[in-house]
């Protein structure tokens, strides 16, 4: 498969691309560390990508920001950056993106465990990640031509509390964080949202 | 209690009007055809109206238009309305009401049924729906002075799929689903995607 991976550059991102590698032709896309670049905000951005890349038979995408910030102190531009990135910014990649999608082909959007299992501080990221199932459950029913659409919904990731100079316990490891996704690419589900630390 | 009611003069607000006022003191609110005038997609008409009404013990929200329209034809203009309206409208309810709220008061937002359960034309709904649920569980974790947060997630409406010719069944009457609202408001749970039609 001709696969289109967006967020390329991340720890999950990174991952997705190690065990998606060896069996696909990746094509790998960023806002800046990766041979396409993207910026998932910007409409015109995502157009030009998938006119550029062309036909593809997966998009998976693991990018996008989300403020993490009390409640009290999260403000309108904490919101916007929420809304237009991570959550529209993956909407739009189907949105704009299903013309660029072969028949039976997929998308692969990220989401994440705050939209269930919410934290002080979460408030934003928890709104996003929950909007992004839903969008996701939805488009899966009228994506055309067999087209399906799953979410992936990662727990922490051992690599990233790792960065953080947290404990790394109860975080799951990117490569077994990345198996959701081959799970989503390569099977035949649709409309599912993915919790990568399930039993598969 | 001392109860704000925004979105007082629908399908729904009205029977939680019925359901409340007989033993509470309500301020109705609506966009037109209410006492009290707000448009939640208006951050300066929310602070206003709080502005107006002076300290409540309990908000509840049964506002917010979202669009219903098939996948492919889903515009910005859809999702700017959705996001504005239905989701950011009742997120900033909470966030500019925080301080007119007396301490154990409560808010409580409406999302729906297409959260968990789409149906094709549902795509911007079940976003903003589902983006709702996350937010209402994450806020009421971080909610200052023992404030209450919950979401009712209602099915259709009886009498809202009469007004639209469609066969009611399967619909919950307003009444009924008002009866989730009072749960909310004089209970005592947070944090929680209320179902009227599960038994309470």
Known sequence: MKILLIGASGTIGSAIATALGARHELILASVQKS???????????????FARVGRVDAVVSAAGRASFKPLTELG?????????????GQVNLVLLGLAS?????????????????PIPGSGAVSLVNSGLEGFGRAAALEAPRGIRVNVVSPPWVTETLLKMGRAPDGGLAAAAVAQAYVRSVEGTITGQTIDPSAAS
Chains 1, 2 share one sequence.
């Open 101 to 117: 999608v072969v028949d039976g082909g997929s998308f692969t959007l990220t989401a994440g465990y705050l939209a269930r299992h």
């Open 76 to 88: 309108d531009e904490d919101f916007e950056l929420s809304l237009s990135n991570k959550l529209m």
């Open 35 to 49: 041979p396409e670049q993207v910026d998932i905000s910007d409409a015109a951005s995502i157009r030009a990508l």
